[in-house]
């Protein structure tokens, strides 16, 4: 009884001392990963060439409907309609209907297309690279590179970072078109806003400040997830179960981190952001 509960203890104490180990040794992997892209870019071009297409046009029955591009441009389609909806009855309720265009220009480029685009990111191109590397990890296939003299982290995981931060070019595009359209259809085309009016607020009130500013969190939340979601795969053990889990705390860890570098980016930009008030 008595080992138990010092087992028990033991546990209990020395979790934070685990936690801190595992985050050094992600901190060391995420800190390689990043120095070895002169090598990988120069090195790897043909890998990185798939991969870059992989990435963006995805494989097997997704390449058909247009890869990881279309998937993320519905998802922030729907999430523009659902935005729309909310922000329309929260206006009417205020009488303000006319300024449906402006949520669209505040809400859409500082906080929607970012989180969603980061979200769908995770749930689609970085699940399927901690499958893949997870699957070679436990078939053995990363030692194998090591022993044929490959260096595995820049041939691995540094071309799936630059082949990220590439096509998330294409994604953010789409992203933020799925956006817009949705928002405009819900408010002009099903509650009857007034198009000319929808427009003008929206012209109005859209910087191109907040455009570049969102690209920027889109590429930053694409570096997080693509080295999250390759940690967890290069490191990932217990033979197909464990790959299984590993693709688990990959996603859960990647949309903890979207969304708390989400809050910090969007409170050091847009704090002291005063561009409209209400006022009577």
Do not use: C
Not at 32 to 51: C, D, F, H, M, N
Request: net charge neutral.
């Amino acid at each position: 009884m008595e080992s138990k509960f010092l087992d028990g203890v033991k546990k209990v104490v020395g979790t934070p001392f685990r936690l801190l180990d595992d985050l050094g040794r992600q901190a060391e992997f995420y800190g390689k990963s990043i120095a070895w892209t002169p090598k990988a870019v120069k090195s790897y071009k043909g890998e990185q060439v798939r991969l870059i297409a992989e990435v963006g046009m995805s494989t097997g029955a997704l390449a058909v409907i247009g890869g990881s591009s279309i998937i993320t441009l519905f998802i922030t389609l729907f999430a523009g309609v659902t935005g729309g909806l909310q922000s329309f009855s929260a206006l009417k309720d205020l009488q303000l209907e006319a300024l449906g265009g402006f949520t669209s220009a505040i809400i859409n480029p500082r906080l929607l297309v970012p989180i969603v685009a980061g979200a769908a990111l995770a749930a689609t191109v970085g699940s399927g690279f901690t499958a893949q590397l997870g699957a070679m990890r436990v078939a053995e296939e990363i030692d194998a590179l090591e022993v044929i003299g490959v260096r595995s982290l820049p041939y691995l995981v540094t071309t799936r970072l630059v082949a990220g931060m590439i096509t998330i070019i294409p994604i953010f595009a789409m992203s933020m078109v799925g956006a817009w359209f949705g928002w405009k259809i819900t408010q002009v085309d099903f509650f009857g806003l007034s198009a000319g009016t929808y427009n003008h607020y929206l012209d109005t009130f859209l910087q191109w400040q907040d455009i570049a500013f969102s690209f920027a969190q889109a590429l930053g939340v694409a570096v997080v997830v693509i080295l999250i979601h390759t940690y967890y795969g290069y490191t990932a053990s217990g033979g197909p179960a464990g790959v299984g889990q590993a693709v688990g705390k990959a996603v859960r860890t990647s949309l903890i981190a979207v969304l708390a570098m989400e809050l910090v980016i969007s409170m050091a930009l847009y704090t002291n952001s005063d561009v409209f008030r209400i006022s009577g």
